[in-house]
Structure formats: structure tokens, C-alpha cells
């Protein structure tokens, strides 16, 4: 399902966006995943993907937030589009800069940078469309941007429509997986990556004939605990009866990627260890009704838990959660959108991951489609619904109020930004000040999440342009 930023028109009218210096981190980086200036603490990239650079409606792009001890400080920030000096290309419409965004160290400098899939970029000369954006980490903050420039596929359509990092074949540097919309549909790019973006070399899967799907989403995680990371290759399969959401499990080995089992298909998804059994489990988002088009979907949306074990999956039985599962806050309705975001972390740091599920169409009294989200606790036995929490602008402590349209939890992340072992969450709602978008964060304690000295803050607060941007679409650390 193509994103829903493709659908819309933006109105911003902004021209350069200005690159915001960070403070100077220690000298020696830290290595932590997510630290893009190697000062021990896990940074913030949010992409605004419809904003209007240099007068181009939907040229799009990425802020940097820096983590400190006392969380995200708006203060220490930059802001990056290809109007900025040093990023590659030039703004143009509908390019969406910063509509895909995740980070890894392609160099193996020790700073995590950040990758920004361009699949709107036109590229004709090239031998295709789409191009994929590093922006580099460093000791203060993000410097340095350069395209993956080789070797590339041949056959290049939206190349970067979905990307994820990991270490695909366990030799310790950092590979770049990016779905493309023609054969191969996924390129794995092996690290490390040069600043001048030469990949160390490619290999191109053709994942349609392999496994029927078209690519539309892949999920990078950690399944069967042999130290390489798996990707999940999400979609839909063309049958006689429609076109259902259909995931594959590829699992990492010392070759490379190779085609594993089908899990429970849908739009989005994350992987974590829920249970503390050493392997990561799957969890699966299909934020619309159940039908022939999609099977794991639910009244209002559905999650899907598939656990992880030694040969990739385990035989346990997928467990479905919706907001009607017993103590899940709110009731199923159909449109809530169920499933809508999802991301994976540990709030209370109790070592079982939790999740947060974006519910954006979720209405709250009058306010249609305000939006909310859930955050559900890990355990022994998998994901519970007792003990889980809501949140909404309407929550006591969160600042705004829930409006209509506003689809709050349209993107979240759960992320340890202050470093002190317990993951907080941001959540973002794209369509605050009707397009503008704005980003919330809130604190984690030893029983979990709170809405006590919860923040937000939108592109201005960054030194960001003002106007129809959809900043928070996308989140990544």
C-alpha cells in the first residue's frame, strides 16, 4: 500500500532550510546504535517529507534532534534538505525527502548515521528514479552527505521506496537493504559503505519470483539468535481472489539473505525480544478490517505476535491482539486504525520489550480521527494487555488537545534518548495545525511510561519552516 504522503499536496513556502550546528561530543564515539555524535546518548531524525523547499511543493526534510541526560534537547539540532550545502541534488517537487528515513554505521566510524531513501527523485539519466542520501555522523552531530553512488542496480524504479540497515551476513559491518519497485525489488548494499558512497558490493534479490510479493516494506531485526540480522520482507501477493498482505521471513547467514517462512502479513511491523527468550519476535500491524486483502487485519486493525526461535520461527501459535483483547484500553470500531505504527522497546527496564501501537484514526469524543496510542507490556508469556497504557493530547499532563484530523500516533518510537536504561516514546501526529505536524515525548519510570512532563515541540520550535509539511511522518534513531 503505497504511504499516504504520496496522495497529498503541500503548501509550505520556505526556501532554504538552515543547518543547525551540534554540540561538540566526547572525541572517542560511543558506538551506541542511534548516536549520531557519539556522545553516549541516542539521537532523533524526523522526517517532514510534504514540506515546500526552495518554492517545491513536497521537496521535503530531515531534523535532528539530539539526546542528552535529560532527553531530546530541541536546542542541539539540525535540519537537512537538498537545498541545504553539501546534501546532494536539488529540491523538486514531490521528491519527499525524509519520507523513508533509518540509520546505521555504514562507515564503521563508531557515529550512526542516517540513510534517506529519495524514491521520488527523478533520475532519468542515471538509469532510473530514486536515489539513496547518507547523511554521516560526527563528533558534532551530522556532517557530511553523499548518494549511494555504486554499484548500482541497473534497473532502477523508486529505488529507497522502503530501506533498513543490519548486518545481513554476520561480518561485523553494516549492510543497506533497499526495496526497489522494479526487478530486483531488493538490493542488499554490503558494508562498509564509503563516504563517497561506494558500497564494498551488491546483491540484487529478486524477491517477487522468489516469494510472489511485491515489496513494499522491509523490517530489519534480529530472529533466530545467530548474531546476523533477518529481514522481513513485507507486501502483497497477486492470487486469484485479490491481492492479500503477505510477509516473508529472510534470515541472515554468512552468504547473505536467504528466502525462510511466511509470516502474518500487513503494513508495518517491528522486531523484539517480548518475551526474554533470546530470539526476537515479530510483530506485525494490519491497521485495516479483516478481508480477503487482509487476512491478519481486525475490526479497527490488528496486531500479529509471531515469536522467534532457533530455526528462524517457532511453532507457537501467532497470537492476534486488537483493542477488543481483555485489557487493551478502548474498544474495537471500525476505520480506529489499530496497528497504524508500531515500534519496539523496553520502558520500564524490566529486559522484556514492549510495544507501542498507533491507533491515528482512533476518535476521542467529537474529535474524529484524533488519534491515540498504546503501549503494551512484554512478559514470559508475550504481550499482555493488562498493564498497558493510553495516551492522547486529551491524556492529564500531555500538552494540545485532541482535534479532529489531528492523527496522533501516525509514527512512534520507543527510544532510551537519556540513557538511563528505559526506552521513552515519541509519537508524532502529522496533521496537527491541519498539516504543519508535531512530535511528543514522554518519560519512562521504573512502572513504565508517563504523561507527567510529556513535551512537544513542531519544525519552528527546530528553527524549521512553518506550514503544510507533515513533519513526524517518519521517526528514526
Known sequence: MRKRTLLLAATLTTGLLTTLPATTAAAAPSGLSGDFNGDGYRDLAIGAPLAKVSGKSGAGY???VYGTASGLDTAKRQVYSQATAGVPGTPASFDYFGDRLTTGDLDDDGYTDIVVGVHGEGAASAGGSGVITVLWGGATGIKG???ITSPLPGNRQELGWSIATGDFDGDGDTDLAAANLASPELNIFNGPISRKGKATSRVGI???TQTGINTDKIVAGEVNGDGRTDLLVMGQEETASGYPTRSVLYTGSATGLKKGKKVAGGYTATIADIDKDGYGDIVTGNFLEKSAEAPHGGLGGAITLTYGAAGGLSTRTPVRITQDTAGVPDTAEKGDGFGFSLSSGDTNGDGYADIAVGIENESIGSARKAGI???LRGSSAGLTGPGARSFSQNTAGVPGAAESLDFFGSAVQLTDVNA????ELVASAVNENTGDGAVWTFRSTASGLTASGSKTFGSTTLGGPSGD?????????
Open 62 to 64: 530531515v531534523a535532528v
Open 373 to 375: 496510542v498504546v503501549v
Open 206 to 208: 529478486d524477491t517477487l
Open 420 to 423: 538511563d536504561g528505559r526506552a
Open 145 to 147: 552527505s553523499s548518494n
Open 469 to 477: 509539511a507533515y513533519f513526524g511522518d517518519v521517526l528514526a534513531n
